[in-house]
C-alpha cells in the first residue's frame, strides 16, 4: 500500500541555518512520483518539485534541493541559509503510476512544521 | 485566471445541519479529489472522481457524499454535519495525474468549516 512518513513534526531553527526535511515512502509500484508542498501561513498549497521514480538526480532550485534515494525509498528536502518567510509546513506526497491505481490520487505524508526564527 | 475554485472559503455549521461545498475547475481537467486537512494528519482524501458522472470513496469517505454531474463541478455533501468534521477541505484537479506532460495537480484555496 501507498505510505509517506514525515517523522518530524515541527523542526526550528535560527535564519541562515540549513535545514533538511525528511521524507519517507512505500509503494509497490515501480513507477511512482513523488512531490513537496509548501504550505504557508495563508493556507494554500504551494507546489515545490515533481520527481519520477526514474529520475534520481538531486534536484537544485535556488536555496531549495531534493535528494531522492530510491535504495532507501526517501526524497528528502533541504533548504540552505533558511529565512523567515520561509516558515510554514511542508508535505511530502506521493501518487502511483496507472497500472498499480487508475486513481492517480495523492497522497500525503502528515507534514512537517518548520518554524526559522530570526 | 485558470484554475480551481472552491465555495465558500468560510462556513460555521451547527450539528445536523447540511450543506454542499462546490469545487470548480476549467481546465478540463478527468480527476478531481476531495480532501480534509486536519492538525497533525495532513491531507486525507475523502472522495473522488476519475471522469462526469463517477466517484469513488478515498480515506474517509463516512458522512459525507460526492457528485459530478458536470465535468467541470466536483460536489461534496454533508447530510448531517458533526463536530468531527470540523476541518479545512482542499479540491483538487488533475488531467490524468503526475506522470503526463500536462500532469500534476492543481490545488483550491480551501474551505474553512467549523461544525458547532
Known amino acids: 500500500a501507498q505510505k509517506v512518513t514525515q517523522a518530524q513534526t515541527e523542526i526550528s531553527v535560527v535564519e541562515k541555518e540549513d535545514v533538511t526535511l525528511d521524507c519517507v515512502y512505500e509503494t509497490r509500484d515501480t513507477t511512482y512520483y513523488l512531490f513537496w508542498y509548501k504550505q504557508p501561513p495563508s493556507g494554500e498549497l504551494v507546489f515545490l518539485i515533481r520527481r519520477n521514480s526514474f529520475d534520481e538526480q538531486n534536484e537544485i532550485s535556488g536555496r531549495y534541493s531534493w535528494n531522492f534515494q530510491k535504495s532507501t525509498s526517501s526524497f528528502n528536502f533541504t533548504i540552505t541559509a533558511s529565512q523567515v518567510v520561509d516558515s510554514a509546513v511542508y508535505f511530502c506526497?506521493?501518487?502511483?503510476?496507472?497500472?498499480?491505481?487508475?486513481?492517480?490520487?495523492?497522497?500525503f505524508g502528515s507534514g512537517t512544521r518548520l518554524l526559522v526564527r530570526p | 485566471n485558470a484554475g480551481v475554485t472552491q465555495t465558500p472559503k468560510f462556513r460555521v455549521l451547527k450539528t445536523g445541519q447540511s450543506m454542499t461545498l462546490l469545487c470548480a475547475q476549467d481546465m478540463n481537467h478527468e480527476y478531481m479529489y476531495w480532501y480534509r486537512q486536519d492538525p497533525g494528519m495532513g491531507l486525507r482524501l475523502i472522495h473522488y472522481s476519475v471522469g462526469e458522472g463517477t466517484t469513488a470513496k478515498g480515506e474517509v469517505p463516512d458522512g459525507y457524499n460526492v457528485s459530478r454531474l458536470k465535468k467541470q463541478n466536483f460536489l461534496l455533501g454533508l447530510e448531517s454535519a458533526a463536530p468531527s468534521q470540523t476541518s479545512v477541505y482542499f479540491c483538487a484537479s488533475s488531467y490524468k495525474g503526475a506522470g503526463t506532460a500536462r500532469g500534476g495537480y492543481t490545488f483550491g484555496s480551501g474551505t474553512r468549516l467549523t461544525v458547532v
Open positions: 506526497a506521493l501518487s502511483e503510476g496507472p497500472w498499480m491505481d487508475s486513481s492517480y490520487k495523492l497522497i
